[in-house]
């Protein structure tokens, strides 16, 4: 009687076959990875809109501020406290005061680039304190400049009043995370907008 | 005899051990697949919520003391002022509160309607003026589970009330859920003559009408829960969100987003130096 001759595969055979299946597979690990930075940077998108958005309704609610250049930037805002025009919370209700056009402009500024606690987790409570949109994003900033006057002269800052602004949101996003270099690993994803003063 | 061989010892070790460790990998890339799907879900139903929200409540507040008769004056806020006192039922339920309940506050922005003139409440019932009803007077109340009566849990809830009649129009409606709270400040001018907003404070501190000028919201929004076992943030840390005046607190890991605006009042700021 003959005995069938059976070739199965070879150890060598299967290990390259699982070789090549967990490159396959790391390749949609990476996929993943990149879906949920996307959607991420996304969402940060959308919140830099909202962001400068609400500055824009600020800037209209204190119109003379803006017609003065009020909301011009130079550089980096000052994260360190100003004067609180508004109503917040920080550890129990704190209440505002009065301000001018300028100090409104300079809150408002603040507000936006900072929110009020700098600080968004505290290790030692193991909390984390979002209070303000700009905390849900990395690093923001702001740059206002005027780009429109008229010969109107603002009676508050004594040159001519600001008619158009632009508005430029700039933060940082991880999706070069996986860059050899420290300097690739960020980059900056930014929202602008032009706006005309009422 | 038919010889038969099978696997050795060694060859199934082997094998299995090589399984494993394929279906190891298989396994994990199934679990972030999955966790995957509900952030991306999570990010976009707050994103969702929170744009939608913020749409319809700017359009709604920006309305505030709308009157086509520009001479005269309508408040742009249902607070105690003049004839209306908040303390009378029914008009109590639908003044502008601070700090109304868990999930924030009530807002109520009042319009005018003239002769000729007719719109919409929120659950779109006609609201006519006409030759016999006179000028009149609504407002149109927001908040999260504004509603005293309400059941529902996360709901902004949008009511119309007929001020010159003393009675709602339609009981609240949700507009959407998913909204853990709503906050809001009102933007007070230094003078009855500035256009500019000086101080942003909560409505109870509000005692003129005359000043206000713009009003600042905030919402929490939230995703649908997702039981248990499938939380979207990995460590339950503390996480406090302050929305304008008020604090938030949650452990239970859930997405959430905080959306602000600012509305500045075009009918209150026209109408400042001439009252």
Redesign the interface.
Known sequence: ?I?PRQNGFA?IE??VT?VI??IG?SG??VL?LK??QS??D??QK??GM?IV???V??M??????MRAKAYETSGAVNCTQVKM??????DG?K???????RE?ANFDRWITACG?SAQVYDAA?????????A??IINPELNVTCTDTTDRTSSYSGEDDCVRYFIELTWDTKLQQGAPDAADRTFKSQFSMVMES? | M??QKGFSLI?LM??SV?GI??LA??TN?LI??NR?VS??DG??Q??ET??FA?AYLSKHLREAGYNPDFIAFTPPLLITSGDIDCTASPINDACAVNNLSSRGDRISVVFTLVDGESARSCAGTDLVADAATGTRQFATVFGVNSNPLSTSEKDLQCGTFDIDNNTWIDSNISILSNVEAFDF?V?LA?TSD?????????VD?VTDNNLI??I?IAILTTSQDQGDKNKLQSQL??????L????YEFTDGQLR????????L?NS?EAAGLN
């Open positions: 009687m005995t150890m299967i290990m699982a299946l967990a597979i949609m690990g993943l879906s949920i959607s991420q996304n969402s959308s919140q909202w958005q609400d500055l309704g600020r209209r609610a204190n119109s003379e501020g025009c508004s109503d917040y919370n920080d209700f209440s505002s005061e009065s301000c001018t056009t409104m009020v409570s193991d909390t984390y304190l979002y209070d303000s949109p905390d849900s009422n | 038919l010889k060859e082997v094998a090589i460790v394929l990998g298989v890339l972030t697949t995957t952030l991306s990010v976009a707050n994103q929170g744009r913020m400040l933007g230094a500035s256009k500019s907003t000086s101080r942003y404070v909560t501190q000028r713009s600042r840390s503390t996480r406090k969100y302050a304008l005046d008020s604090v987003n905080i959306f602000s605006n600012t509305i500045e075009p700021i």
